[in-house]
């Protein structure tokens, strides 16, 4: 099964943060902070949202910064994805 998106939203999957500060602390997932970094899966097709066309600037693969409590977590398969507005995307890291 594969999640299409629809108008201007997108489908991302975190990525693995260290478990050990720099400090050499190792943290257990209680304590980490939710990730904000994540991998674009899937892209929907942009259009007129809200009155506004809204055309799609992120592509799958690109790794993005986005908003600390964004989106729809889903999980499908067994793998966990959030589901975000292009818009609470703040970042695309090159």
């Known amino acids: 099964m594969k999640l299409k998106p629809l108008l201007d939203r ?3 999957k975190n ?4 478990e050990v500060t720099k400090g050499g602390i190792l943290l257990t997932s209680s304590a980490k902070e939710k990730p904000q970094m994540a991998e674009v899966v899937a892209v929907g ?3 007129v949202v809200d009155g506004k066309e809204i055309n799609m ?3 799958e693969h690109d790794k993005v910064v986005y ?3 964004a989106g729809t977590e889903v999980k499908l398969d067994g793998e ?3 589901i ?5 995307i703040l970042a695309i890291v090159e």
Do not use: A, F, L, N
């Open 57 to 59: 600037v992120v592509k």
């Open 67 to 69: 908003s600390k409590y």
């Open 45 to 47: 097709p942009g259009g």
């Open 84 to 88: 975000v507005r292009q818009s609470d």
């Open 80 to 82: 966990e994805y959030i």
């Open 10 to 12: 997108v489908v991302i």
């Open 15 to 18: 990525v693995e943060t260290e």
